[in-house]
Nanobody, 115 residues
Framework: QVQLVESGGGLVQPGGSLRLSCVAS????????MAWYRQPPGKERELVAG???????NYPDSVKGRFTIARDNAERTVYLQMNSLKPEDKAVYYC?????????WGQGTHVTVSS
């Protein structure tokens, strides 16, 4: 059974930073494409960062230059460093693991950006 457990969410002021972590179970981690998604209140889930098994990354324009995804295959962990946070970054952030037609999701961690 594959499990993903996110942590690191919380309340931060605009302009602040947070680092999210997602720890995966099993020895399969290094083979998977890993990604962070978010779902703002009342909106659909959207991709915010992805990283291949070889470390290639992609970001949408909304977070490019502010968010950084990284992975540590030895620790089976993927990170999302979020800087210069804005109120519109408020959302539940989810970790996702993908390989071919298989995908697994974490339970999500809440991020609130407010003064």
């Amino acid at each position: 059974q594959v499990q993903l457990v996110e942590s690191g969410g919380g309340l931060v002021q605009p302009g602040g930073s947070l680092r999210l972590s997602c720890v995966a179970s099993g020895s399969w981690f290094s083979n998977y494409f890993m990604a962070w998604y978010r779902q703002p209140p009342g909106k659909e889930r959207e991709l915010v960062a992805g990283i291949t098994r070889n470390g290639l990354t992609n970001y949408p324009d909304s977070v490019k230059g502010r968010f950084t995804i990284a992975r540590d295959n030895a620790e089976r962990t993927v990170y999302l460093q979020m800087n210069s946070l804005k109120p519109e970054d408020k959302a539940v952030y989810y970790c996702k693991a993908e390989l071919l037609l298989t995908a697994y999701w974490g339970q999500g961690t809440h991020v609130t950006v407010s003064s």
